[in-house]
């Protein structure tokens, strides 16, 4: 095969959006279909090679999988030691149990397996995970378990029905995408089924470009297309977000861009040339390793810094990790590259010593996280866990809306209640900040059947996603007290204006249906993982993490107190500010002497959720 500076113009592409998107740079809102750009060259680069050695009769298994253990595995298994010591020193139990399952899963390429599966609302920020990056190469390794295996058994039947299997399958696979960007947007972004089909679209690509009797496009046809594929690249990184739907039909942008490229954008094209000069070509040769380094560096940065940090930081991160990104080119994947270095038996000897390492040394935090390194200090749960196992163990019907789980990319939609008896006569209505009051309103109003309804998103009335929550509120005839509240400061942006009319439409509705209306507030938001509160390493504390000044929970309060306080003169609805038992007149704290109160920077656990129930219980 031969080498096409292109190519590696396109890596540079696909890996210097990715790290912008990583370290918070707005203006690469869509960087991240750096990672779809990867897996169409990586589909064209495998297929070309497995095609020419069938075309030849030379193809062997063993040698495909030798390649890719010396093409993926040095540096991977060097920047996953390399995270060992920082994450010894560096992260909290809670932090370190999912950091070790993701050495397991990392060594037996199941890592998007597992950060799927950790995907819900409640899990640890995704940008806190060191190795959350490896899911990109565990689906393409799933790819390479199925796909020489399918192209060796099927070879005899040629390749014309071959290309009808594969497109077969290209467009199941992208039919699931769609609908699961939709409908299960975390299946969709981690599961090779749904991400199968841009690995194909580089192997349809290598299919065509194989045949020695193809069509010749003309110069200015190859000009307009090559340029046109660079221009949907460029569209969907600066133009694509997070709130795009991914990767369905979305994604036929940058990946058939890509091909496009691939297919048109040859070295006496202009498009080709500017893609393929010297200094993408000089960062594609290093963007495997750019793209391994830039999330570790990123993620012991947010935990060591205790915070995010500044956009100063982060350009100095990715700098860094492009220079870590040559050494470990220069002196780990080309070595390893070089069969008269290292043998096929030393590569593959050494990838087994290594994979076993890591699932043992995984293994053995697994569960606590190595707890050990740190002085407890507090009581109470830290983590979501043990708040959502008290509920489901004393409370009742708290599965899943089937509904909204077509409709979020959370599991958090629940409807429990405290008795599994009646119509409920208290519902907390909202997203999780109502979920978080209603266990310690139960706790303290035992003989009222208490509920709550909650999704992620407003509890307003004119809410589509509300809509059959509200539709069996209001049917249902029985005087009903309906609690109103959220995490108002997650959503001020988008809907501080719209706060008033969501409520007052809501408010009204309800009242006009005979129900009972309350406002409730919010409590204290930190900026800190209350397991700072808890763990205190020996040689520093971090007791002033634990707590925010009064000032800044009445700017946070501020944002939304005055019209919440608006709605209850107008509308004749009792208003409950809930922080008053975790401030004083100089601070708000997520602690008791003795105990932590929160399980993350805005949920109440257990105990804290007790503390407000029992000062807000006078209320209902």
């Not at 540079?12 to 203006?27: D, R, S």
């Not at 935990?303 to 991160?317: D, K, M, N, Q, Y």
Request: with cysteine.
């Amino acid at each position: 095969m031969n080498y096409r500076r292109e190519i590696d113009g396109l890596r540079a592409l696909a890996v210097l959006p990715v790290i912008l998107f990583h370290a918070g740079f707005e203006v690469f809102s869509g960087g991240f279909v750096g990672v779809d750009i990867f897996f169409v060259i990586s589909g064209y680069l495998i297929t070309s090679i497995i095609l020419a050695e069938l075309e030849l009769g030379t193809f062997s298994i063993v040698n495909f999988y030798e390649r890719r253990a010396r093409r993926i595995l040095p540096a991977l298994f060097l920047v996953v030691l390399v995270c060992i010591p920082f994450a010894w020193h560096w992260l909290l139990p809670s932090d370190m149990k999912d950091f070790s399952r993701s050495l397991v899963a990392v060594s037996l390429f199941a890592s998007n397996f597992l950060f799927w599966n950790e995907s819900g609302y409640f899990d640890t920020a995704s940008e806190l995970k060191p190795l959350l990056h490896t899911w990109s190469l565990a689906v393409e390794e799933q790819y390479y378990v199925i796909f020489p295996l399918f192209l060796m058994i099927s070879w005899r039947i040629g390749k014309q029905r071959i290309l009808v299997l594969l497109a077969i399958i290209f467009t199941a696979s992208l039919a699931a995408a769609q609908w699961s960007s939709v409908a299960k947007p975390a299946t969709a972004f981690f599961l090779l089924p749904t991400r199968g089909w841009e690995l194909l679209l580089g192997a349809f690509t290598a299919f065509y470009l194989s045949q020695a009797d193809r069509f010749e496009f003309s110069r200015p046809l190859r000009e307009i297309f090559g340029w046109l594929g660079l221009a949907l690249i460029i569209f969907s990184v600066f133009i694509y977000n997070k709130l795009t739907p991914f990767p369905g039909f979305y994604a036929l942008a940058p990946t058939v861009g890509t091909a496009m490229i691939i297919l048109f954008a040859t070295p006496a094209t202009t498009a080709g040339k500017f893609i393929g000069n010297r200094v993408f070509v000089g960062l594609g040769l290093i963007s495997y390793s750019a793209y391994l380094w830039h999330q570790p560096l990123f993620a012991m940065a947010r935990h060591r810094i205790l915070g995010e940090p500044s956009w100063h930081v982060f350009a100095l991160l990715s700098a860094a990790a492009l220079t870590l990104a040559y050494f470990s080119w220069r002196f780990v994947e080309l070595p390893f590259r070089d069969k008269l270095r290292f043998t096929r038996k030393s590569i593959f000897l050494l990838a087994l010593i290594l994979s076993i390492f890591l699932i043992y040394f995984g293994s053995l935090g697994y569960n606590k996280g190595f707890e050990h390194r740190f002085n407890r200090q507090l009581v109470g749960d830290v983590g979501h866990a043990e708040f959502h196992k008290y509920i489901d163990d004393n409370y009742y019907d708290c599965e899943p809306n089937a509904i909204a789980k077509q409709a979020l990319s959370w599991q958090g939609y629940l409807r429990c209640k405290q008795s599994k008896k009646g119509v409920p006569d208290v519902v907390l209505l909202g997203d999780s900040h109502a979920e978080h009051l209603f266990l310690g309103l139960a706790e303290y109003k035992p003989n009222i059947n208490i509920a709550f309804y909650i999704l992620d998103g407003d509890p307003y009335i004119s809410n589509p996603q509300f809509n059959n929550i509200f539709n069996e509120l209001l049917n249902n005839h029985k005087p009903q007290h309906i609690v109103l509240t959220m995490y108002y400061l997650l959503r001020l942006d988008a809907t501080a204006s719209g706060l008033y009319e969501g409520f007052a439409a809501t408010i009204k509705t309800l009242k006009d249906a005979g129900k009972t209306v309350s406002l409730v507030g919010n409590v204290p938001s930190f900026h800190q993982n209350p397991g700072y509160c808890v763990y205190t390493l020996p040689s520093k504390k971090l007791s002033s993490s634990c707590y925010i000044t009064i000032d800044e929970a009445k700017r946070q309060s501020g944002a939304y107190h005055s019209l919440l306080e608006k709605l209850s003169k107008e509308y004749d609805v009792v208003y409950t500010d809930v922080d008053t038992p975790l401030c004083t007149d100089t601070k708000c704290a997520m602690t008791n002497d003795e105990s932590v109160l929160y399980r993350d920077k805005n949920h109440l656990n257990i105990l804290g959720s007790k503390l407000i129930g029992r000062y807000i219980s006078d209320t209902f």
